[in-house]
């Protein structure tokens, strides 16, 4: 039910050296690669002062930014990072384009690339959408998946594990790490869980109602919990999720209120965790549905320092990314 076949082959992604050619998943990866990543990232970031480091590592290099599903944070973030790059950015209005007059994803890509992009960075909601683009484009053009359907949010677990790194320190292998919510639809969770277990978290949970749980947990690496109350016991790190109701094909949930009673995460259920644990989101958060407001402004709420470390992360994965193949500036 989690498995994707045919979405996790690493040939697409990496070169003939081993290096990142693109970013459509964190699947096959070495813990190096993510090591690397993260490392680079410190660059583009003071983390006492939250500025980013503007370098034009990409100067010259045309970037476009394909978002075919609503997003805030990771449009934005995207675009902040590849404009402190130095990149020409171009965000496609998709609800504009062509793709409305029936134009397909091949001739869009084709004639964008026709219009000498380097790069697309590109989100959908169909699994295997951006392995779909890197099938397809030119071997000097790149492409980043900003989120296919249920499949991969790579950019976004890279940023979660920075932001664990910056709060915990290095060593995730003392880490108890609880994803809490709507496993099984999220595409973010697994992305979350390949990271964790690259970086040799100690315990990865998945917290939730059975019918948002994945059944292949254990192949995945992680451990299933029901109860709310033991799950979140001696946790070093409380991710939550959003329901995703727009990738649900039926109603699985009783009602928000009657989850929020259940799995949502307040002050009271925050104390079973450990006393210094810190609370994540990848956002958009549901107040009073997956989390309550105090917890989410609270003092153990790291959610918006993911969305400033992402700008580093994301300017990394884009700096290695250009610079794989001697396509320097
Ligand atoms: C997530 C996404 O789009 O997958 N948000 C994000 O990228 N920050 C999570 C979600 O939509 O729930």
Redesign the pocket.
């Known amino acids: 039910m989690f498995g994707y076949p045919g979405l996790s082959s690493p040939s697409l992604q990496l070169n003939e050296a081993g290096k990142l050619k693109h970013l459509l998943t964190l699947e096959g990866l070495k813990p190096h690669h993510i090591r690397d990543i993260l490392d680079r990232a410190d660059g583009f970031i003071n983390t006492d002062t939250r500025q980013i480091h503007k370098q034009p590592l990409l100067k010259g290099k045309t970037i476009v930014n394909l978002f075919f ?6 449009r934005t973030t995207f675009e902040i990072a590849e404009k402190s790059l130095g990149a020409d950015v171009i965000n496609l209005n998709v609800a504009t384009s062509a793709t409305k007059k029936g134009e397909s994803l091949l001739d869009t890509i084709y004639n964008l690339e026709a219009m000498q992009a380097d790069m697309f960075v590109v ?1 959908h909601a169909e699994s295997g959408a951006a392995h779909f683009f890197a099938r397809h484009v030119a071997p000097h053009v790149h492409v980043l998946n ?2 296919d359907g249920r499949h991969a ?1 790579p950019t ?1 677990a890279l940023l979660d594990a920075y932001t664990i790194r910056h709060f915990k320190g290095a060593d995730f292998s003392q880490l108890r790490v609880a994803i809490v919510g709507d496993i099984l639809h ?3 969770a697994r992305s979350q869980i390949q990271v964790l277990n690259l970086l040799e978290t100690e315990e990865i949970r998945l917290v939730g109602p059975k019918t948002l749980l994945p059944h292949d947990a254990s192949a995945m690496g992680a451990h299933c919990f029901t109860d709310i109350e033991s799950g979140l016991k001696d946790v070093d790190v409380v991710i939550t ?2 329901m ?1 109701n727009e990738r649900m094909s039926s109603a699985r949930l009783p009602s928000e209120q009657e989850y929020f009673e259940t799995y949502g995460i307040t002050e009271e259920r925050l104390k079973l965790a450990m006393p210094d644990a810190i609370v994540m989101h ?3 958060i549901n107040r009073g549905v997956e989390i309550a407001s105090t917890v989410a402004d609270g003092p153990q709420s790291v959610i918006l320092d993911q969305v400033t470390f992402g700008i580093a992360v994301r300017m990394s994965v884009m700096a290695g990314i250009m610079q794989t193949q001697g396509d320097q500036p």
């Open positions: 599903e609503a997003s805030t944070r990771t989100r900003a989120g949010h976004q999220s595409r973010v999720l959003r995703q990848p956002g958009p």
